[in-house]
């Protein structure tokens, strides 16, 4: 029996490294994904926000990686109706052991993902494996989010006096140069008035916010992809991502203010 137990142990390990299971059966899963964007998200994000993109002319055609920042706690459901391309969002993993919540996020193919600072190597391992698969063997996009770079300070000339340090970007690169899949760096906006209950509000709180504000304003802008095989190393490449990425939070501030 031990030994049954550990050649059962090894084949779990193998299955979840190269996670090729999720490939199987995904007809159902992508027809459920369009009857939740087209029927449940669309007319949802449509009721609430006034969605304005900008530059979805620089989102390749093939397989990429949206790299944003939060406004919201389901930016990439936003980002996904407007882009109008199935996206694997980098999701907190609490979401997938919640009643309900767990299974609509495995049926949705989104990726989970241990925030708060407490993820070790083999909680990111597999986290990027994941994405790694779906950007290898899929036309889909991968989306990611950082907590850190929710909200940007400006002065009056639009010159940013404070970022983040969590804002590295080490993730985006680390998969951008493992997975060789443009990224796009990308940045959302809306009015502060809104920014804390909307980013701080969470669930049922937050529609109701939206119910009683409809049509928020919510901009985003799609810079220029960066291909990571123009680089040598991982740095150079992050601190692209992070520049690119503040010039493009720059314009919308310009524009939006």
Known sequence: MPGKFRVTRKMTDRKDKNYQYLLQNRTIKIIFYQGVKTRI???????????????????????????????????SSVIGVTIGRKIHGWIDEDAFSK????????????????????????????????????????????????DGAS???????????????RINHSGAASLGMEANVPIVPTAA?????????????????????????????????????????DYSNKKDLQKDIRERQIEACKKLSNKCI
């Open 151 to 165: 909200r940007y300070l400006f002065d009056e000339n639009g010159n940013i006096l404070d970022l983040s340090s």
């Open 99 to 146: 009643p309900g919540l767990g299974p609509l996020c495995n049926l949705l193919e989104q990726v989970p993902v241990k925030t708060g600072g407490q993820a070790s190597r083999e909680d990111y391992r597999r986290t990027k494996e994941m994405s790694i698969m779906w950007l290898k063997n899929t036309n889909d996009l991968v989306a990611l989010t950082n």
């Open 41 to 75: 998200a669309a007319p949802l994000i449509n009721r609430y926000l006034d969605v304005q993109p900008e530059g979805l002319n620089n989102i390749p055609n093939g397989p990429c990686i949206i790299v944003s920042h939060h406004c919201l706690y389901f930016d």
């Open 189 to 229: 906006w809306i009015p502060e008035k809104h920014q804390k209950k909307l980013f701080v509000s969470k669930g049922m709180e937050s529609i109701r916010y939206m119910e009683r504000n409809k049509k928020i304003p919510y901009r985003f802008y799609f810079s220029e992809p960066i291909n990571p095989s």
